[in-house]
C-alpha cells in the first residue's frame, strides 16, 4: 500500500486527523526501534522508549518546522530519549545481551545458502557493532544501516559535518578492530580495505 509523504500526512495530522498520525508510526517504528535497541541494549527498556519517542514526536509535531526531513526530526528525538535514558541508569551496569531485530531475507531464490552466508555475516558485523559504546553503535547504524546522510546525522546529534565525518571515521576503525578480533578470516577479508 502507497502512502503519501510525511508532509501530507503531517499537514493532516495538525488539521486534526490523529489518525493519520499513525501512518507515520508505522512508517518509521522499527527504524525508531532498531535506534532505540543500539544505544539501550535491552528489548523491553527500548520499546518503552520507542512508545515514548512517537508520543514527544506527536506532542510536539507543530514545532516540526519542515527544515530536515522529519525522519531526520525524530531520529534527533529517539537520540536524546536514549541519551536520557542512559544518563539516567548510568551508576547501574549496562552489559546485556545484545538482541539482533533485522528483517530475515527472503528464502525463495535458488541462492538460499548464499541468503544464508549474507545473513550470517551481517549478523557477526551487528553483533561486532553491539561491542561498540552505545552512542557510537547509534551512529554507525544511522550511516550504514540507515543510510542517513552526514548532514542528516549532525544535525541529530548536534555536531557539525566535518565533526561528525570525523567521529564515524573513528568509530569505523574502532568497529575494525573489534570485527579483526572476532570475525572470520573471510568475513574480514571482505571489509578490508
Same mark, same amino acid.
Given at each position: 500500500?502507497?502512502? *503519501? *509523504? ?36 535491552? /528489548? $523491553? $527498556? ?8 512517537? =508520543? ?31 544518563? /539516567?541508569? /548510568?551508576?547501574? &551496569?549496562?552489559?546485556?545481551? +545484545? ?5 530475515? =531475507?527472503?528464502?525463495?531464490? *535458488? $541462492? ?18 553491539? =561491542?561498540? &559504546? ?8 544511522? +550511516?550504514? =544501516?540507515? $543510510? ?35 570475525? *572470520? ?5 571482505? +571489509?578490508?580495505?
Amino acid at each position: 500500500m502507497n502512502h *503519501p *509523504p510525511d508532509h501530507i500526512i503531517i499537514e493532516k495530522t495538525l488539521g486534526g486527523d490523529v489518525n493519520a498520525f499513525a501512518i507515520l508510526v508505522d512508517r518509521y517504528k522499527q527504524l525508531v526501534f532498531t535506534l532505540t535497541i543500539r544505544m539501550i541494549k535491552q /528489548r $523491553e $527498556e527500548a520499546e518503552e522508549i520507542a512508545q515514548d519517542v512517537f =508520543l514527544k514526536a506527536f506532542q510536539k509535531l507543530q514545532s516540526f518546522k519542515g527544515d530536515s526531513k522529519f525522519s531526520t526530526w525524530l531520529y534527533r528525538i529517539t537520540y536524546n530519549a536514549c541519551l536520557d535514558a542512559l544518563s /539516567r541508569k /548510568r551508576n547501574s &551496569p549496562t552489559h546485556h545481551a +545484545y538482541e539482533i531485530h533485522d528483517n530475515v =531475507l527472503s528464502i525463495t531464490t *535458488p $541462492e538460499i545458502e548464499a541468503q544464508i552466508d549474507a545473513q550470517y555475516e551481517r549478523a557477526e558485523v551487528v553483533q561486532c557493532i553491539a =561491542l561498540l &559504546p552505545q552512542a557510537d553503535a547509534f551512529l554507525i547504524t544511522l +550511516y550504514y =544501516l540507515h $543510510e542517513q546522510s552526514l548532514e542528516e546525522i549532525a544535525q541529530i546529534i548536534g555536531l557539525t559535518k566535518n565533526n561528525t565525518k570525523v567521529k564515524l571515521f573513528r568509530i569505523r576503525k574502532k568497529l575494525f578492530i573489534i570485527m579483526q578480533s572476532r570475525l *572470520p578470516q573471510e568475513i574480514k577479508m571482505r +571489509y578490508e580495505k
